[in-house]
């Protein structure tokens, strides 16, 4: 529980560093962006801790896979399309966040045809565990 608080905090952290970062001078504000409570983070006495940055050009995709646990996606620029096994597309917009559940098989695409896509990700797994897990 200890480390799914500091993975949160490092996760809050980095959001409100990203809205710091994009605000006038003047007085700077937090804002909240994502919140979710999670199953399946990792239990060991040590955990990692990865940002991650990716993007897309039109039309590109993920290789189909499963990730061990939560992965959180934050989008800087356009527009992701997650497909999920057994759940309906989601599409997630620049400025907000979505939790990719562990063990779920699923692939990411960006559907536009001209704009790039920009992302975030960030995730906390046991030491030496693999960002992902390509599923034949």
């Not at 050009?57 to 800087?76: A, C, E």
């Not at 997650?82 to 562990?102: D, S, T, W, Y």
């Not at 990700?121 to 693999?130: A, H, R």
């Amino acid at each position: 529980m200890n480390t799914l608080r500091r993975a949160t905090g490092f996760l809050v952290g980095l959001l409100i560093g990203l809205s710091f970062a994009a605000q006038a001078q003047g007085t700077a504000k937090p804002n909240l962006v994502f919140s979710e409570i999670v199953s399946g983070m990792p239990k060991g006495e040590k955990q990692a801790v990865r940002v991650l940055t990716a993007s897309f050009k039109p039309g590109d995709k993920t290789v189909f896979h499963t990730h061990r646990s939560p992965v959180t996606v934050y989008i800087l620029e356009g527009a992701f399309t997650l497909e999920l096994e057994g759940r309906k597309p989601v599409v997630v917009k620049a400025g907000e966040a979505f939790v990719e559940p562990p063990n779920v098989k699923m692939t990411g695409y960006n559907r536009s045809t001209r704009e790039p896509l920009r992302l975030v990700i960030f995730y906390v797994s046991d030491p030496d565990t693999p960002f992902l897990d390509p599923v034949n």
